[in-house]
């Protein structure tokens, strides 16, 4: 098993993400905060969250796909949590 971690900036909404590129899921929560929006995305039995734009409008219930720079992405182990593409 591994812990995928994906900064905020990695993070794309709005273009039509590469099917190999992109989380896709149900939007489970709109939360305002203060000049930020971040949307609860459900993917599988996961619950994930991401700061959007704050002009986006995105509704519970909603399917989202958000595309993702998968050259920035971070893979851990999941037992002792060192890093698998940096050695």
Same mark, same amino acid.
Request: proline letters at 5%; a negative charge.
């Given at each position: 098993s591994v812990i995928?971690?994906?900064?905020p900036e990695? $993070?794309? /909404? #709005?273009?039509?993400?590469a099917a190999d590129a992109r989380i896709? #899921?149900? $939007?489970?929560s $709109?939360?305002?905060?203060?000049?930020?929006?971040?949307i609860g995305l459900r $993917?599988?039995?996961? /619950?994930?969250?991401?700061r959007v734009s704050k002009q986006a409008h995105y509704r /519970?219930? /909603?399917q989202v796909a958000l595309a993702v720079a998968n050259d920035r992405m971070h893979v851990f182990a999941k037992d002792d949590g060192r890093n698998l593409v940096w050695k």
């Open positions: 995928l971690g994906i900064r990695d $993070v794309t /909404e #709005g273009a039509a993400p896709a #899921g149900t $939007v489970f $709109v939360l305002p905060v203060g000049s930020d929006l971040f $993917v599988g039995a996961d /619950e994930l969250f991401f /519970e219930g /909603e």
